[in-house]
Nanobody
Framework: VQLQASGGGLVQPGGYLRLSCAAS????????IGWFRQAPGKEREAVSCIESYYNGTFYADSVKGRFTISRDNAKSTAWLQMNSLKPGDTATYYC???????????????WGQGTQVTVSS
């Protein structure tokens, strides 16, 4: 089982990044995908989640209107498009896969290695 997160980097405020999460080793279609982030000294928080089949989505209030989650089950890949980035978005971003659609990290079975997003001028 592997989740490979990529696409992070250094971007100026107002910029954008697109994170990718490539999955292998399990039936991607059957799993909800969550993007979580963790900043130094803070707890891991749910940023956005997407259901396995019906594509229902969740967004944290802090990213609504700026971030968009999507998935392609045929490619076993999910994405997080992040626009209008703010310094407060700086964190390590993780993708995760879970049988239950949830905002709780505890409900996710598989985790990627994390990709660093830094928003700074």
């Amino acid at each position: 089982v592997q989740l490979q997160a990529s696409g992070g980097g250094l971007v100026q405020p107002g910029g954008y990044l697109r994170l990718s999460c490539a999955a292998s080793g399990f039936t991607f279609d059957n799993y909800a995908i969550g993007w979580f982030r963790q900043a130094p000294g803070k707890e891991r928080e749910a940023v956005s989640c997407i259901e396995s089949y019906y594509n229902g989505t969740f967004y944290a209030d802090s990213v609504k209107g700026r971030f968009t989650i999507s998935r392609d089950n045929a490619k076993s890949t999910a994405w997080l498009q992040m626009n209008s980035l703010k310094p407060g978005d700086t964190a390590t971003y993780y993708c995760a896969a879970g049988r239950l659609y949830s905002v709780s990290p505890d409900q996710y079975d598989y985790w990627g290695q994390g990709t660093q997003v830094t928003v700074s001028s």
